[in-house]
C-alpha cells in the first residue's frame, strides 16, 4: 500500500538535514516546494522557516500563527508588529517574563516608533537587530513606523556610531537614495573611515546621475578600504 501524503513529506524531512532546507530557503528561494515539505512537519526549528517564508511572502499573519503555536513569543509579537497591530505586539511582549537582548530591543523598539523613548538599545542589540527590523518594517509599508524609527537616529548613535549608516544602507537598499544620502553623511561625519559609508554614498550620487561625487567618495572608499572590491568594480564600470 502507498504512503499517504503526509508520510512521505515527513520521510522527506527526515532525510533532508538543517542545511539543506536553509540552502532551498535562503539560495535556492524555493518557498513552493519547501511549503509542501513542511506544512506536515511538527518540528519547531522546521516550522520557524516555514514561518520565515510566510514573511518573505507578506503573509505575517500565517507566520504569526505559527509562532503563536510553537509557543516563540517574541517571534509571535514581531509578526504582529509588521502586520500593523501595534497594540497586540506590546501586550505579547510585554507578557515575556524574561529579559534577553530580543526582547528588550522590542520594548525599546516600540518606544521608538510612538515617540516616546525611554530606553535606548545597547550597542550589540542596536548592531543585531536595527537594520533587520527597520528593513522588515519597510517591506511591510509601515512608512510611518519607519519614519519614527529613524528620526530617532540620533538616539541610536549615543550607544552604537553605526546606527547612521545602518538605516542608510536600509534605504539604500530599498532605493530611497535620498533619504539614505541624509543618514550617510552623518555616518560619514563620525566614522569617516569606514569605507561602506562611501561606498553606499556613491550609490546615491550615481542614482541623482552625480558621477564627479561618486567617483570621489569611490576613491576615498578605495583609500580607506585598502582595495575594497566593491567600490573598485563600481568604479571601473562608470569610469568606462
Not at 515527513?10 to 540552502?23: A, G, P, Q, S, V
Not at 519597510?138 to 545602518?166: D, R, V
Not at 550615481?206 to 578600504?225: E, P, R, T, Y
Request: hydrophobic share 40%; charged share 30%.
Amino acid at each position: 500500500m502507498p504512503c499517504a501524503g503526509g508520510s512521505r513529506q515527513n520521510l522527506y524531512i527526515k532525510y533532508m538535514d538543517r542545511k539543506e532546507l536553509l540552502t532551498k530557503f535562503y539560495v535556492d528561494k524555493d518557498y513552493s516546494g519547501l511549503k509542501q515539505i513542511l506544512s506536515e512537519s511538527d518540528a519547531a526549528d522546521e516550522l520557524d522557516i516555514l514561518a520565515r517564508i510566510f514573511i518573505e511572502e507578506k503573509d505575517y499573519l500565517s507566520a504569526a500563527n505559527i509562532y503563536d503555536k510553537t509557543g516563540m513569543r517574541y517571534e509571535y509579537g514581531r509578526c504582529l508588529l509588521l502586520s500593523g497591530n501595534l497594540e497586540e505586539t506590546r501586550h505579547i511582549w510585554r507578557s515575556i517574563k524574561e529579559d534577553t537582548p530580543a526582547t528588550l530591543w522590542g520594548k525599546s523598539l516600540l518606544e521608538f516608533i510612538n515617540l516616546y523613548v525611554v530606553n535606548i538599545p545597547s550597542f550589540f542589540q542596536i548592531r543585531a537587530f536595527l537594520e533587520v527590523d527597520l528593513d522588515a518594517l519597510l517591506c511591510a509599508n509601515l512608512i510611518t513606523y519607519c519614519e519614527n524609527i529613524a528620526n530617532g537616529a540620533h538616539l541610536f548613535a549615543q550607544n552604537n556610531p553605526e546606527s547612521y549608516k545602518f538605516i542608510g544602507r536600509v534605504f539604500v537598499n530599498n532605493k530611497y537614495f535620498e533619504l539614505a544620502e541624509l543618514f550617510l553623511k552623518k555616518a560619514k561625519d563620525v566614522c569617516y573611515i569606514d569605507p561602506e559609508v562611501h561606498f553606499l554614498l556613491a550609490k546615491c550620487y550615481l542614482h541623482k546621475k552625480d558621477i564627479k561625487h561618486a567617483k570621489d567618495a569611490l576613491k576615498i572608499c578605495l583609500d580607506k578600504g585598502y582595495g575594497y572590491y566593491p567600490a573598485k568594480k563600481l568604479l571601473k564600470e562608470i569610469s568606462s
